[in-house]
């Protein structure tokens, strides 16, 4: 099982910027890939960006795609999400998860992000 510890979440401006980490322990060799998912209040959770562990190819919903950037640093288990001209419709509850290659998703605790207008 890998465990997620994130951090980073808080409130900003429209147009501002956050950076939210996740870092992960246990059996982080497991790791295939990892990334975010968000939650608005009264809406699903969605897909927001993911990264493989091995080629950090990336992936990114359209809705964030060109403003948000994901990244990890295997030396530190550790994966970003760097999120710049940010908008209202950006506050969400951001969850990390990570996939093992085998075996179930492991969700973080999820962390706050408010964008005022």
């Known amino acids: 099982q890998v465990q997620l510890d994130e951090s980073g979440g808080g409130l900003v401006q429209a147009g501002g910027s956050l950076r939210l980490s996740c870092a992960a322990s246990?059996?982080?060799?497991?790791?295939?890939?990892m990334g975010w998912f968000r939650q608005a209040p009264g809406k699903e959770r969605e897909f927001v960006a993911a990264i493989t562990w091995s080629s950090s190819s990336q992936y990114y919903s359209d809705s964030v795609k060109g403003r948000f950037a994901i990244s990890r640093d295997n030396t530190k288990n550790t994966v970003y999400l760097q999120m710049s001209s940010l908008k209202p419709e950006d506050t969400a509850v951001y969850y990390c998860?990570?996939?093992?290659?085998?075996?179930?998703?492991?969700w973080g605790q999820g962390t706050q992000v408010t964008v005022s207008s």
């Open positions: 998860y990570a996939d093992p290659k085998s075996g179930s998703r492991s």
């Open positions: 246990g059996r982080t060799f497991s790791i295939y890939a």
